[in-house]
């Protein structure tokens, strides 16, 4: 037990309870359960519920508090309301990590705000670390972990890769992991933060940094809640030699208010947040197609060691638009090595011929 980090709990957990479990495979409570035995889920599970007596052949228990072991990791898809009772049964339990996918917290306001205080309030006088609430859970495809209620899983099994994933937004995660799915792109791990009242987007990028089997990392903000966070979880990146892409909604004013009513988050200057990402080597994108694009050709394993680029084309049309993008992003274009038969060539350009 004490090899096993915090984060690890999320994403490696031996064993998970599900509160609110139900036997419909379509409803929050049935899909983490429904979905990990399909992927195989190398760990035990146990659902609870009162109601039940038993689901998906699994035996089913009224409380946390008569679980045969304590977790490493219990997922809560019961209605806020409740949620209090549960923490406190989870901290009594002895469980390791909680995600959380009740919503009405930070992210309806005032009210909400109060409850996720209280809630957090809780947690602090325990060892129990928080994902959510108001999230989407997380995804281990290697153990077949599907502590997630995404609407991806109907369509199809995630592919297993070596892309580590987190994202504030549970819906745009999953819609990327459809697009990956679609590209061929495997995807490790994935994590949908939500209002991040504990675990944060840099939390798990700073995680996936140590993993040896995470080779590129992307991810979806809308605020952040530290700046020294995220850089210091940058910094992890670049030691570690992996490439980090990341999508950063709420640029407008619109959006920022947008961003407040989806997950809480309070979106700083823009300008700040691309110097950041600047300074510490990540590469943001403005849209979700350049992230499935970037993160498709990072996982291929070869990088620029400088800004040299050669452009070879069957059409001098495309050519001159690439140079002309290459160009825009401060690449040099450069002669092709002698051992290539050049038949014209300008300045920028260059086609070869057989």
Known sequence: MSSFSKMDYFFKPRSMAVIGASDDPKRIGGRPIYHSLAAGFKGAIYP????????????????????????????????????????VDAIRSGTKALIIFSSGY?????????????????????????????????????????????????????????????CQSGAFGSYFLALARERGIGVKYWASTGNESQVTVADCIRYFATLDEVEVIAGYLEGIQSASE???????????????????????????????????????????????????????????????????????????????????TMSGGVGILMADTAAKVELDLVPPPASYHAVTSTSSTWRTRT
């Open 48 to 87: 609870v519920n009162p109601k039940y007596t038993e689901i998906f052949d699994l035996k089913c228990y009224p409380s946390l508090a008569e679980l045969p072991v304590a977790v490493d990791l219990a997922v809560v898809a019961v209605s806020q309301k409740l949620v209090p009772a549960v923490v």
């Open 230 to 312: 995220l850089a210091s979880a940058l910094i992890a990146a670049q030691a570690a030699n992996k490439p980090v892409i990341l999508l950063k909604a709420g640029t407008s004013e619109i959006g920022r208010q947008a961003a407040l009513t989806h997950t809480g988050s309070i979106v700083g200057d823009d300008a700040i947040f691309s110097a950041l990402l600047e300074k510490y080597g990540a590469y943001r994108v403005s849209t979700i197609e350049d992230l499935i694009d970037v993160v498709d050709a990072c996982t291929m394993g070869s990088f620029l060691k400088g800004s040299n680029l050669c452009v070879m």
């Open 106 to 166: 930070a992210e309806v306001g005032e009210v909400g705000v109060k409850a996720q205080l209280e809630l957090v309030d809780t947690l602090n006088e325990s060892e129990i670390k928080l994902l959510g609430p108001n999230c989407l859970g997380t995804i281990n495809t290697e153990i077949g972990l599907m502590a997630t209620f995404s609407a991806t899983l109907d369509s199809g099994a995630i592919l297993a890769g070596k892309v580590g994933f987190a």
